[in-house]
């Protein structure tokens, strides 16, 4: 007898997690970078547009893909159309890529925690801090390590006593850190340039760029293209409303990402006296310049900010993980029909060893790395891989399945089980028509980048 699929206890625990999992990495450091290098407010009101847009719906097919078939994505595609079984090994493809090295900047964030926890704030503010942590060997190997444990743990408890826990856990508290951070930077003198320069749309900078960057940025963001929330879609039960809880998703990873911005643009304004080259340094961003914007303030503040600020990094990028590893777990667990505890240790093995180039590739395989890889070390390798090319082309094939081979009518009809579909008319026109051109815009422009 087949065993029967684990699923969230309601509404309230599939949007948290799924909003875990869209609230990551690329809401804390890659929005407010790419705020400042395309123009500020301009590019905040494009993403936002596009969020409730394009954003919408196709968050709403996977996650109607998933509930329909109760499956993963290998199977989702395969069972409503045997043709397509490719791209569910596509789209399986892309969380396996970013799961590792994901992990290895989870274990930078970790030590950052801890070096402010434990009152080393002045340490971490040196320009050389970050430079000299990840070229060495052991030090980030064994942060990204114990990252990919805790990771996990959470993912081997199963879905609702694990994942759905710890994302009513972590969430909410997410949710204030970073509502309380954004207030406090704020208010510090100097940063009223930066929060007008962040949400006044300048129309002058507008370009062809600014829109293709904030859809590169909506898939980082949201999720979208690597099966996660097909497989979190297959968790979910047939009474709750679908396109309510798309919506609601929507909001947490937009605000998440707003009040980011709001954190992060203002901050380096008062630090650098308004200089938008110090907002570009993308990862760098992160671990070097906003230590010394802590660093820079007094003692207590500045430690006692700095040490909230990467908490909440941390829970972002652990309920990314945890999304990133349940995927790959609910493929495997899908295919091979094999116990939950083996595949999660099988999986998170497996991590770590595919996870040391990257861990390494700052350090003592730069060199080498940078001479075979076009220029660049393993991380952003796999970064450019899984981003660039691969999620771009699941997306497009996942907008002609749903489009034109199951025809939108099937996942519309899915959506309406459980309330009336209210967007259905622009769902239907979006992934039939607008969607693909714009995700080959994407992908022609991704590769022109690399040439």
């Known amino acids: 007898m087949e065993k029967e699929r684990s699923s969230f206890t309601g509404r309230l625990g599939f949007v948290l997690a799924a909003a875990g999992s869209a609230v990551g990495l690329g809401n804390i450091w890659r929005f407010p970078y790419l705020v400042a290098q395309y123009g500020g407010g301009i590019f905040l ?9 394009f954003g919408f719906a196709l968050m709403a ?13 290998i199977g989702a595609f395969q069972k409503l159309n045997k043709k397509f079984k490719f791209l569910g090994i596509l789209t399986s493809i892309v969380p396996i890529v970013i799961f590792p090295y994901y992990c290895v900047i989870g274990g930078w964030v970790t030590k950052y925690f801890t070096v402010f ?53 972590m969430m909410p508290l997410l949710v204030v850190l970073t509502v309380c951070v954004a207030i406090f930077v704020a208010c510090q003198p100097g ?17 062809s760029g600014t829109v ?8 980082y963001s949201m999720s ?19 396109e309510k809880s798309v919506k609601q998703i929507e909001i947490f990873d937009t605000g998440i990402a707003i009040f980011a911005g709001l954190m992060v643009v203002p901050a380096v304004f008062v630090f650098s006296s308004g200089d938008l080259s110090k907002l570009q340094t993308g990862p760098g961003l992160m671990f070097e310049m906003l230590p010394q914007v802590f660093g820079s303030m007094n003692g207590v503040v500045g ?22 590893m349940e995927t790959v777990v609910s493929i495997l667990q899908d295919k091979l029909k094999w116990n939950r505890k083996t595949i999660c240790l099988l999986v998170a093995a497996g991590a770590f060893l595919v996870g040391i180039p990257s861990s390494l590739g700052n350090g003592i395989w730069k060199e080498w790395s940078s001479s075979v890889l076009f220029g660049m070390d393993f991380l952003t390798f796999f970064d450019f891989i899984s981003n660039s090319v691969l999620m771009p082309i699941v997306a497009f094939f996942t907008c002609v399945f749903v489009g034109w081979v199951i025809k939108p009518k099937t996942l519309s009809d899915e959506i309406e089980i459980s309330s009336p579909f209210k967007r259905k008319k622009m769902f239907e026109v979006i992934i039939r028509y607008i969607a693909p051109i714009c995700i080959v815009a994407i992908l022609i422009s991704s590769v022109f980048k690399l040439v």
């Open 45 to 53: 009101l494009v993403y936002i547009i596009l969020v409730v847009t």
């Open 61 to 73: 097919a996977e996650i109607a893909l998933g509930r329909k078939t109760g499956l993963s994505a």
């Open 117 to 169: 926890l434990t009152g080393q704030a002045q340490d971490a503010a040196q320009e050389t801090y970050f430079s000299s942590f990840i070229g060495q060997v052991w030090q980030p190997l064994g942060w990204f390590a114990l990252f990919v444990g805790v990771t996990a743990v959470i993912v081997l408890l199963g879905v609702e006593k694990g994942i759905e826990k710890a994302s009513k856990f």
């Open 191 to 207: 940063a009223w340039d930066g929060i007008v320069y962040y949400f006044t749309p300048n129309f002058s900078h507008f370009s």
């Open 212 to 219: 293709l960057a904030a859809l590169g940025q909506l898939f």
């Open 224 to 242: 979208l293209a690597m099966g996660i929330m097909i497989t979190y879609g297959s968790y979910m039960k047939k009474d709750v409303d679908l």
């Open 303 to 324: 430690g006692v900010l700095g040490t909230l600020f990467f908490l909440l990094v941390l829970f972002a990028a652990l309920t990314s993980s945890i999304s990133l």
